[in-house]
Every structure is written in structure tokens, then in C-alpha cells.
């Protein structure tokens, strides 16, 4: 019996370290997420910035461009570029919430900014995010595809 509950209690505590690995797993994360949402809010960087080269990003539901994006560089070049193209300036993100959980963390925020047409873009996200050793290496991305839609078919990219 002696034995059992030594077993017990060694589970225990393992199961109270890993409980505390796994908070502060999130507490990074979250904080680097929250570093670079700041960054991108002053124009100095953004969360582009930690993608990983092999990042999958997915667009959830009906959008233009919804889909699966298997790398960083498919992202980039498909979505984020031809977007930024269509700006007169650049999209500055509003941080509602982040929350975190081990390796994953959900970003919620509002982003707007002119669109080349002279019309506010403005949209809703919410963003969850895995993350590896500082770096995104999952995505799915949720927001308003009425307005995205609107913005990608209304406003012609100006060449690269």
C-alpha cells in the first residue's frame, strides 16, 4: 500500500510540473504574440514576422481567399502582399484579447486601414496560433469574408 501511494503521489506531483511547464509554455507564447501585435500596431514588425517557413495558414470559411496555405511563402505571395497592395495604409491592428494554452494561442482583434480606393477597410479576427520555439507554424484564421471580399474584388493592387 505503502508503494501505491508513493506512486500516487509521484504522479501527482509530475502531473503539478507539468501543469506548470505547460502555463509557462503559454505565458511565452502569449507574450510573444502580444510583442509582436504591438509591432505591427506601430508599424515596426508584425506577426508575419515569427512564421515559420514551412507555416500552414488556413482561411476558414467562404472568403476569396479561403483556403490552405502549406508555407510561409504561399501565404505571403497569395494573401498578404496582393492585400497590402490594395492599401494606401497599411492595416493597423486593435488587440481585444489573447489568450494562451500551451502551445496555442487565440488572437482577437480588429484591423483597419485605407484602401487605395479611399475606403476604410476595416474586419473583424480572431487568429489561433500554434507555436514552435518562438515561430508560427499553424494558423486558422477566421474573420468577416463580406468584407474581404468587397475590399479584394473593389480595389485593384498597385504593382510590386
Known amino acids: 500500500m505503502k508503494s501505491f501511494i508513493k506512486t500516487i503521489g509521484l504522479a501527482v506531483a509530475a502531473l503539478a ?3 506548470k511547464a505547460s502555463a509557462n509554455e503559454a505565458e511565452t507564447n502569449r507574450a510573444t504574440i502580444a510583442k509582436a501585435m504591438d509591432a505591427w500596431a506601430a508599424g515596426t514588425g508584425g506577426p508575419y514576422d515569427l512564421l515559420a517557413d514551412d507555416a500552414v495558414w488556413t482561411i476558414s470559411g467562404n472568403s476569396l481567399a479561403s483556403k490552405t496555405y502549406p508555407s510561409k511563402e504561399a501565404f505571403m505571395s497569395e494573401v498578404i502582399r496582393p492585400f497590402n497592395a490594395r492599401m494606401q495604409t497599411r492595416l493597423i491592428p486593435s488587440v481585444h484579447a489573447l489568450y494562451a494554452e500551451g502551445d496555442t494561442v ?3 482583434f480588429d484591423a483597419k486601414g485605407n484602401a487605395r480606393d479611399g475606403q476604410l477597410y476595416t474586419n473583424s479576427y480572431a487568429w489561433i496560433l ?3 520555439d518562438g515561430r508560427i507554424v499553424r494558423a486558422f484564421a477566421f474573420f468577416d469574408a ?3 471580399d468587397d475590399f479584394w474584388t473593389r480595389v485593384t493592387p498597385v504593382a510590386e
Open 130 to 132: 500554434t507555436l514552435k
Open 146 to 148: 463580406k468584407a474581404f
Open 17 to 19: 510540473l507539468t501543469a
Open 106 to 108: 487565440v488572437a482577437h
